[in-house]
């Protein structure tokens, strides 16, 4: 099957069955997110994955009541650095010339470049730049999971100041910004899943200039 008609089979699922996906599977997802291209390559977010029933059950409370939240497998919470500060900047430049052994004068004043433009910025402006960052790898866990066969639900139906108290997160310097429950459809239980897909035709989306 092409990757085109994967992803026409994958939906955004509204009931999950509470079956466990594998391990292995799991990782490769999680390995897709860290994969992500970021700005600037600074990956400014982290992921929790959340298996612990009694804390899904918690979250679901804040999270319109979406059965996903529960019955996945695990659920994935990405969330965005607060603030860019020179800690954060630095810590994802020195590892990059420690990865790769060497210092590189371009890559040395583009630092710089980020150091003098970001933290200075408001907050909210950061973090906002930040939460952008956490779509694109939100997108490559959905893609690996359809790879892999797994269903899963994007979705922002929750209230993120409610999620980030549950999780602690705003003492870690995080927001929370997607959620994106990870299993298998309830077959049954789920309106969407022989719906047909909706979407724009090509030339409502795409302008050839
Ligand atoms: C950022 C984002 C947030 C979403 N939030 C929700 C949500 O909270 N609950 C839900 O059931 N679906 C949610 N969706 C799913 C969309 O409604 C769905 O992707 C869209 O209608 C297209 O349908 P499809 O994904 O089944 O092709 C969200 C999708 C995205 C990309």
């Keep these: 099957m092409s990757f085109l008609d994967k992803l026409n089979q994958r939906y955004a699922t509204k009931a999950m069955n509470g079956e ?96 003098a433009g970001y933290p200075p910025r408001d907050a909210e402006e950061n973090f906002e730049h930040a939460a952008r960052q956490t779509y694109i790898a939100f997108m490559c866990a959905i893609a690996q999971a359809t790879f892999e066969g797994v269903d899963s639900t994007p979705m922002e139906g929750f209230d993120p100041n409610a999620l980030d108290t549950i999780l602690g997160l705003r003492e870690k310097g995080l927001r929370s910004t997607i959620l994106l429950p990870i299993g298998y459809r309830d077959a049954e239980k789920d309106w969407l899943v022989d719906l047909v897909k909706v979407r724009k035709p090509m030339d409502q989306l795409v302008t050839i200039i």
């Design 20 to 115: 466990v996906v594998s391990q292995e599977k799991i990782d490769n997802i999680l390995e897709a997110i860290r994969l992500a291209p970021t700005s600037s390559g600074l990956q400014p977010f982290e992921v929790f994955v959340i298996t612990d029933n009694a804390i899904k059950k918690q979250i679901r409370e804040i999270a319109w009541n979406q059965s996903p939240v529960t019955d996945c497998s695990h659920l994935l919470v990405f969330a965005a650095w607060d603030n860019y500060t020179a800690d954060r900047i630095n810590h994802m430049f020195d590892l990059t010339n420690e990865i790769r052994g060497f210092k590189n004068e371009g890559w040395e004043n583009y630092r710089q470049q980020l150091l």
